[in-house]
């Protein structure tokens, strides 16, 4: 595992967000190379180390952890998506179900994580115990350095199960993968430290702050619950309450709240809106956002598809027509501000990164938007991680339906007047009257719409086990997601340069030409 130490264990801060309050942006100037040895002399020294792990987060273009990288990930490895007009070896492979261990987005997927977990752990062990450091703001920076580990730790082991556990400088050459449940263990233990982060630290929703850590402990928690290890089994009532508990955090805190315009949380002008809890920012020139580039990469036309396309226009078509969301996620027509008239689409095209007050600027380089923030943790997603980890406790509870039917009520309100509608066949807003597995599905329902883009889906899919089962439901039979996929792609492989350079690093199933001993088929996933 040399090269994943040599890429971790390199203490090199470029473009460290430079923390600054009040506006609507993190500042992200470069900075030089750091010497970890002679640093930490002040508070300003650890706040440009902090701003450097914040910075991996939208760091390496569209590779960036946050920037196309978990849309190629994730949404692409979905029901409703697909490659369109890439010219990428690696994005085809994603689309297309036949990925392998040399992709390069399996490859910066498992380094550049590794890389700002470094950072962390340098941080923590460097801050700890400094007494150069205030001791009033001494935590809070490592309590956030622990957030963002656990963020990081959370989509590894998401991505590639068992993953090496590192958690000091200069670790993890030649270690063995860790046990999925010591990984979430430490993830627990890094993010439940972060709930400790003062209430005045944090001044934007790109910085960590205490409710980030419980929305984002809620959503370990029922993912945990759901993996299917023997202590998830063992344990996993206790591990939705766990939840539930998480997720009330957030939700008494009465600092957030759902936004009557569900549009309005990818809008330039409306980036500290407040149903956002955790976001990522990307700047035009720095770490600019090349999802709003690939979901509409190529302009008003229909000669050609976007990078990432719709498989077809059925997921247009599974919004109620009264639903908000159909035409803030998906479109088939937009307004094109050159021409002064609407544009329709015969594929739909991906909504929510089309920056139009970007595109109307007629000195902009680039047909859509570059700055919009990308969303980790929405308010919205408390309240759906909250209904189902109460369902799967306790069927469907008032707490339950309350979580839910908020979602609901928000998704049929007018955007324009905020009038409130119902579904276009009559039947109510409000859910009632389910059993468990109808709330379950009710619940899986409305993360399929709340969430489309967003880097969910594939890990949703994968948590309920239903992977397989929901592409060849959806995807139609000469598509090639159709025809490729299987139980492998539950994980992605583990990097085959890292295999090379540690051995000790054993390759997930299905990567290394096995075709029998299917552990995902043994443990009753679809």
């Given at each position: 595992?040399?090269?994943?130490?040599?890429?971790?264990?390199?203490?090199?801060?470029?473009?460290?967000?430079?923390?600054?309050?009040?506006?609507?942006?993190?500042?992200?100037?470069?900075?030089?190379?750091?010497?970890?040895?002679?640093?930490?002399?002040?508070?300003?020294?650890?706040?440009?180390?902090?701003?450097?792990?914040?910075?991996?987060?939208?760091?390496?273009?569209?590779?960036?952890?946050?920037?196309?990288?978990?849309?190629?990930?994730?949404?692409?490895?979905?029901?409703?998506?697909?490659?369109?007009?890439?010219?990428?070896?690696?994005?085809?492979?994603?689309?297309?179900?036949?990925?392998?261990?040399?992709?390069?987005?399996?490859?910066?997927?498992?380094?550049?994580?590794?890389?700002?977990?470094?950072?962390?752990?340098?941080?923590?062990?460097?801050?700890?115990?400094?007494?150069?450091?205030?001791?009033?703001?001494?935590?809070?920076?490592?309590?956030?350095?622990?957030?963002?580990?656990?963020?990081?730790?959370?989509?590894?082991?998401?991505?590639?199960?068992?993953?090496?556990?590192?958690?000091?400088?200069?670790?993890?050459?030649?270690?063995?993968?860790?046990?999925?449940?010591?990984?979430?263990?430490?993830?627990?233990?890094?993010?439940?430290?972060?709930?400790?982060?003062?209430?005045?630290?944090?001044?934007?929703?790109?910085?960590?702050?205490?409710q980030a850590a419980s929305g984002l402990l809620?959503?370990?928690?029922?993912?945990?619950?759901?993996?299917?290890?023997?202590?998830?089994?063992?344990?996993?009532?206790?591990?939705?309450?766990?939840?539930?508990?998480?997720?009330?955090?957030?939700?008494?805190?009465?600092?957030?709240?759902?936004?009557?315009?569900?549009?309005?949380?990818?809008?330039?002008?409306?980036?500290?809106?407040?149903?956002?809890?955790?976001?990522?920012?990307?700047?035009?020139?720095?770490?600019?956002?090349?999802?709003?580039?690939?979901?509409?990469?190529?302009?008003?036309?229909?000669?050609?598809?976007?990078?990432?396309?719709?498989?077809?226009?059925?997921?247009?078509?599974?919004?109620?027509?009264?639903?908000?969301?159909?035409?803030?996620?998906?479109?088939?027509?937009?307004?094109?501000?050159?021409?002064?008239?609407?544009?329709?689409?015969?594929?739909?095209?991906?909504?929510?990164?089309?920056?139009?007050?970007?595109?109307?600027?007629?000195?902009?380089?680039?047909?859509?938007?570059?700055?919009?923030?990308s969303s980790v943790l929405r308010y919205a997603?408390?309240?759906?991680?909250?209904?189902?980890?109460?369902?799967?406790?306790?069927?469907?509870?008032?707490?339950?339906?309350?979580?839910?039917?908020?979602?609901?009520?928000?998704?049929?309100?007018?955007?324009?007047?905020?009038?409130?509608?119902?579904?276009?066949?009559?039947?109510?807003?409000?859910?009632?009257?389910?059993?468990?597995?109808?709330?379950?599905?009710?619940?899986?329902?409305?993360?399929?719409?709340?969430?489309?883009?967003?880097?969910?889906?594939?890990?949703?899919?994968?948590?309920?086990?239903?992977l397989v089962k929901t592409i060849k439901e959806?995807?139609?039979?000469?598509?090639?997601?159709?025809?490729?996929?299987?139980?492998?792609?539950?994980?992605?492989?583990?990097?085959?340069?890292?295999?090379?350079?540690?051995?000790?690093?054993?390759?997930?199933?299905?990567?290394?030409?096995?075709?029998?001993?299917?552990?995902?088929?043994?443990?009753?996933?679809?």
């Amino acid at each position: 595992m040399s090269d994943m130490n040599n890429s971790i264990s390199t203490y090199i801060l470029s473009a460290g967000l430079l923390l600054t309050g009040g506006c609507a942006d993190l500042d992200q100037s470069s900075i030089s190379s750091i010497d970890k040895d002679n640093f930490y002399q002040n508070e300003s020294d650890v706040k440009v180390a902090l701003n450097g792990i914040y910075q991996t987060l939208s760091d390496g273009g569209m590779n960036g952890p946050w920037n196309d990288e978990l849309i190629f990930l994730n949404d692409l490895q979905s029901e409703y998506a697909r490659r369109g007009t890439a010219n990428s070896a690696a994005i085809t492979e994603i689309g297309d179900f036949s990925i392998t261990p040399t992709n390069d987005f399996v490859k910066t997927g498992w380094l550049y994580r590794y890389k700002a977990i470094n950072r962390a752990n340098i941080l923590i062990d460097k801050v700890s115990n400094n007494s150069q450091v205030p001791e009033s703001v001494r935590s809070d920076y490592v309590r956030s350095a622990k957030f963002l580990r656990g963020l990081y730790y959370f989509d590894l082991v998401r991505l590639f199960g068992d993953v090496p556990l590192v958690l000091h400088d200069g670790e993890g050459e030649g270690e063995p993968r860790t046990s999925k449940d010591l990984v979430y263990e430490q993830i627990v233990a890094d993010l439940t430290e972060a709930e400790q982060i003062s209430a005045d630290f944090p001044k934007l929703t790109s910085e960590a702050s205490s409710q980030a850590a419980s929305g984002l402990l809620s959503k370990v928690y029922i993912t945990w619950a759901q993996t299917d290890t023997d202590y998830s089994k063992e344990h996993q009532s206790e591990l939705y309450q766990k939840s539930v508990e998480a997720a009330d955090r957030v939700i008494t805190s009465k600092k957030y709240k759902l936004v009557d315009k569900f549009i309005d949380n990818w809008s330039l002008d409306k980036k500290e809106g407040p149903e956002l809890i955790f976001t990522v920012e990307h700047k035009f020139g720095v770490n600019r956002n090349v999802t709003g580039h690939c979901v509409f990469s190529t302009g008003f036309t229909n000669e050609k598809l976007p990078v990432i396309a719709a498989i077809n226009n059925n997921l247009y078509h599974e919004f109620d027509a009264n639903d908000q969301r159909r035409n803030a996620s998906v479109t088939l027509r937009l307004f094109d501000p050159a021409k002064g008239e609407e544009f329709d689409f015969e594929r739909l095209r991906f909504r929510k990164y089309i920056d139009t007050l970007y595109m109307a600027n007629e000195s902009a380089p680039y047909i859509s938007g570059q700055n919009t923030s990308s969303s980790v943790l929405r308010y919205a997603e408390v309240l759906l991680v909250k209904a189902e980890a109460e369902n799967e406790l306790n069927g469907p509870t008032q707490a339950a339906y309350e979580a839910l039917n908020a979602i609901r009520r928000r998704a049929y309100k007018n955007p324009d007047t905020g009038s409130q509608r119902r579904p276009s066949d009559g039947t109510p807003v409000d859910l009632s009257g389910l059993s468990k597995e109808q709330f379950r599905k009710a619940v899986q329902d409305e993360r399929y719409r709340e969430f489309v883009t967003e880097g969910n889906r594939w890990f949703d899919l994968k948590r309920w086990h239903i992977l397989v089962k929901t592409i060849k439901e959806k995807v139609p039979s000469d598509d090639l997601k159709y025809k490729n996929i299987s139980t492998r792609n539950y994980y992605l492989p583990v990097p085959e340069g890292q295999i090379k350079l540690n051995p000790k690093l054993e390759q997930n199933w299905g990567y290394a030409g096995e075709t029998s001993g299917d552990p995902y088929s043994a443990l009753g996933w679809k």
